[in-house]
């Protein structure tokens, strides 16, 4: 495992990613994202780790490079380095040992279904945290089934006035939105049940 | 590239696990580089989950979904909200009366005062002892409906509707209401327009031409003239460069090249290889990663594979990166 990122090396990658640290952070954030989902592509182990790696060398590489990285956009290169991650995590894989105090596999973990009660109750509460048009909205655009659906949502497109492809768009957003605040509300909660959400 | 059928179907394909090689490299290097189409493949993606859900598709395309996509925790925990939310949805009907506002009908956009309205009602159901308050003002909301029916039928400015003959004190409480309305309205159209334009763009982004990779054809052991070495020249901010390996012959199902440094030392390594069969004869194309092609020389070694044997040296391509 390589070394932290010191502070000043991250400052000067944040200020390669945008001209103010809040914007700069949030592209962080962006491209932090995408990288799980192509380390996830690839089938990586450990997606989160790669991408934080990753993230950490570009920010090396382009503070020994200084003025010399001519690039207007680090995000390319930082794809680079992303290929390079990606290789050493396959050798990685194939060279780790068990370790010897290992005595197999440990008792499992709550089971993903065991969630479902606290997250439906989860989803009803991030639900409500939605402004009413979006809720209708989005309940709308899963409403009925397949030709029906198909209506339905050139219906919903008209009376937003936009097209089919911004309304895709708009319910991916209002998805992503629900997704973070499930996540959220879920892990505030532990899988112990619906009746601890607040 | 818009969000066209052709782009869809690229995204599908890269999901579901049926992109060649460089088609995926190519489209990986966007999905880093580029936010929009990045937002496009989490659309596909939301989808993809939606007709799982369904049972739609081919039987395949469940199989390759569950093996290329449903294989992190994240994921079928995604799976898992977009199955409540399907359920959720389904369940508006059920609901009691005034629990869930009606999803609307018309072909125009409900007016903001119907949802104001929806809820000042419900309120009104469950909480009798506001009853005089809230009618009172559902009266006042009442005449913002009508306005605002105005200002939507005729694009009319509100402070011209008439108010003469109102009390002073209503006309005010409705002009500053009116205004409000105005303000609420003028923000949905700014967030409406605002919309449509990342939409277009998105549409412009994903049909404008992208840099090319470049691609670089390599004859096999072969230096030029003056026992020169073949020379590339990597154009910068091109994040990959194809080199195209050429083959005498293509003798086997699949291939693995591996990129050296002139000490021998392995830089990089790719297997799963496929020749292709072009006019000019078969090679083998490898999609190399530019920041691993500073200026130096290099040499590439073409190994044959073939079921359950070792890998049989095939070609090396030396080469040599001058500076752009």
């Given at each position: 495992m390589?070394?932290?990122?010191?502070?000043?090396?991250?400052?000067?990658?944040?200020?390669?990613?945008?001209?103010?640290?809040?914007?700069?952070?949030?592209?962080?954030?962006?491209?932090?994202?995408?990288?799980?989902?192509?380390?996830?592509?690839?089938?990586?182990a450990h997606?989160?780790e790669?991408?934080?790696?990753?993230?950490?060398?570009?920010?090396?590489?382009?503070?020994?490079?200084?003025?010399?990285?001519?690039?207007?956009?680090?995000?390319?290169?930082?794809?680079?380095?992303?290929?390079?991650?990606?290789?050493?995590s396959?050798r990685r894989l194939s060279a780790v040992p068990l370790p010897e105090e290992w005595e197999g596999p440990g008792p499992p973990s709550p089971?993903?279904?065991?969630?479902?009660?606290?997250?439906?109750?989860?989803?009803?509460?991030?639900?409500?945290?939605?402004?009413?048009?979006?809720?209708?909205?989005?309940?709308?655009?899963?409403?009925?089934?397949?030709?029906?659906?198909?209506?339905?949502?050139?219906?919903?497109?008209?009376?937003?006035?936009?097209?089919?492809?911004?309304?895709?768009?708009?319910?991916?957003?209002?998805?992503?939105?629900?997704?973070?605040?499930?996540?959220?509300?879920?892990?505030?909660?532990?899988?112990?049940?619906?009746?601890?959400?607040? | 590239?818009?969000?066209?059928?052709?782009?869809?179907?690229?995204?599908?394909?890269?999901?579901?696990?049926?992109?060649?090689?460089?088609?995926?490299?190519?489209?990986?290097?966007?999905?880093?580089?580029?936010?929009?189409?990045?937002?496009?493949?989490?659309?596909?993606?939301?989808?993809?989950?939606?007709?799982?859900?369904?049972?739609?598709?081919?039987?395949?395309?469940?199989?390759?979904?569950?093996?290329?996509?449903?294989?992190?925790?994240?994921?079928?925990?995604?799976?898992?909200?977009?199955?409540?939310?399907?359920?959720?949805?389904?369940?508006?009907?059920?609901?009691?009366?005034?629990?869930?506002?009606?999803?609307?009908?018309?072909?125009?956009?409900?007016?903001?005062?119907?949802?104001?309205?929806?809820?000042?009602?419900?309120?009104?159901?469950?909480?009798?002892?506001?009853?005089?308050?809230?009618?009172?003002?559902?009266?006042?909301?009442?005449?913002?409906?009508?306005?605002?029916?105005?200002?939507?039928?005729?694009?009319?400015?509100?402070?011209?509707?008439?108010?003469?003959?109102?009390?002073?004190?209503?006309?005010?409480?409705?002009?500053?209401?009116?205004?409000?309305?105005?303000?609420?309205?003028?923000?949905?159209?700014?967030?409406?327009?605002?919309?449509?334009?990342?939409?277009?763009?998105?549409?412009?982004?994903?049909?404008?031409?992208?840099?090319?990779?470049?691609?670089?054809?390599?004859?096999?052991?072969?230096?030029?003239?003056?026992?020169?070495?073949?020379?590339?020249?990597?154009?910068?901010?091109?994040?990959?460069?194809?080199?195209?390996?050429?083959?005498?012959?293509?003798?086997?199902?699949?291939?693995?090249?591996?990129?050296?440094?002139?000490?021998?030392?392995?830089?990089?390594?790719?297997?799963?290889?496929?020749?292709?069969?072009?006019?000019?004869?078969?090679?083998?194309?490898?999609?190399?990663?530019?920041?691993?092609?500073?200026?130096?020389?290099?040499?590439?070694?073409?190994?044959?594979?073939?079921?359950?044997?070792?890998?049989?040296?095939?070609?090396?391509?030396?080469?040599?990166?001058?500076?752009?």
């Open positions: 390589s070394e932290p990122l010191r502070p000043e090396q991250f400052d000067a990658f944040l200020q390669r990613l945008g001209p103010s640290r809040e914007l700069a952070g949030s592209r962080y954030e962006q491209l932090r994202r995408r990288l799980m989902a192509l380390f996830n592509y690839r089938g990586c997606p989160e790669l991408a934080d790696e990753t993230l950490d060398r570009a920010a090396r590489r382009l503070e020994e490079m200084g003025s010399e990285f001519a690039g207007s956009d680090p995000a390319r290169f930082v794809y680079g380095v992303a290929w390079n991650v990606a290789r050493e396959f089971s993903e279904s065991d969630g479902e009660e606290l997250e439906k109750a989860c989803l009803d509460r991030c639900l409500d945290r939605l402004a009413p048009a979006e809720r209708r909205l989005v309940l709308g655009y899963f409403e009925g089934e397949r030709s029906a659906k198909i209506r339905r949502r050139s219906e919903l497109a008209r009376e937003q006035g936009v097209s089919l492809n911004a309304l895709r768009l708009r319910i991916h957003r209002l998805n992503v939105r629900l997704r973070e605040c499930v996540v959220h509300c879920m892990s505030q909660n532990g899988l112990t049940g619906a009746e601890s959400v607040p | 590239m818009r969000l066209t059928p052709d782009f869809e179907r690229t995204l599908r394909r890269y999901v579901l696990g049926g992109l060649d090689d460089d088609l995926r490299v190519e489209l990986e290097e966007l999905l880093i580089t580029d936010p929009d189409a990045f937002e496009a493949l989490g659309v596909i993606e939301d989808e993809l989950l939606e007709e799982y859900l369904e049972k739609a598709g081919s039987a395949d395309e469940r199989q390759s979904f569950e093996r290329r996509f449903l294989t992190s925790p994240e994921r079928r925990r995604r799976l898992g909200i977009a199955r409540a939310l399907r359920d959720r949805a389904s369940r508006v009907d059920e609901r009691p009366h005034g629990e869930t506002l009606p999803a609307p009908t018309s072909t125009l956009r409900p007016p903001v005062w119907a949802e104001t309205l929806g809820g000042w009602t419900r309120s009104l159901r469950r909480e009798p002892a506001w009853i005089a308050l809230a009618a009172v003002l559902a009266v006042s909301l009442i005449g913002n409906v009508w306005l605002a029916s105005r200002y939507h039928a005729q694009g009319q400015i509100l402070a011209a509707t008439p108010t003469a003959a109102m009390p002073p004190e209503s006309t005010g409480e409705l002009t500053a209401q009116n205004r409000e309305l105005q303000a609420r309205l003028g923000q949905e159209q700014q967030e409406r327009s605002k919309a449509e334009s990342r939409a277009s763009a998105l549409e412009a982004q994903l049909g404008r031409p992208r840099t090319p990779v470049p691609t670089f054809a390599l004859a096999a052991g072969l230096l030029r003239a003056r026992g020169a070495l073949p020379r590339l020249t990597v154009p910068p901010d091109v994040p990959v460069v194809r080199l195209r390996l050429e083959l005498a012959e293509n003798a086997y199902p699949s291939y693995r090249a591996t990129l050296h440094d002139p000490d021998g030392g392995e830089i990089w390594a790719v297997s799963k290889l496929r020749a292709v069969e072009k006019a000019e004869g078969p090679a083998v194309v490898v999609a190399v990663p530019s920041e691993l092609l500073p200026r130096g020389d290099y040499l590439v070694k073409l190994s044959g594979l073939r079921d359950g044997a070792e890998p049989e040296a095939v070609a090396t391509y030396p080469f040599r990166v001058a500076a752009p």
